[in-house]
């Protein structure tokens, strides 16, 4: 897997995990909202934009994280 595969597969499971929609993501994440839709097409992004994309993604799954319901035990 190459590092513009890997990117879009770590851009996929936070999209499955958050529910997030794929343009809300590039436009919170990368200030483009077509930025998901065109790596899926093949084109590349910078070393800064893929930099921007992956801080989004821990910030906001560390979020997520703190907000999951948690299991009671019984």
Known sequence: MNAHQ???AEIDA???ESGMAATTFGKKA???SQVVDRMRD???VTLRT???I?????TKAEE???F???RRVA
């Open 54 to 58: 992956r801080k989004f993604i821990r």
């Open 14 to 16: 936070f999209l499955a």
């Open 64 to 66: 997520l994280e703190d």
């Open 42 to 44: 093949g084109r590349s």
């Open 6 to 8: 890997q990117l879009l």
């Open 30 to 32: 990368a200030k483009n």
């Open 68 to 70: 999951k319901p948690r």
């Open 50 to 52: 893929a930099d921007r």
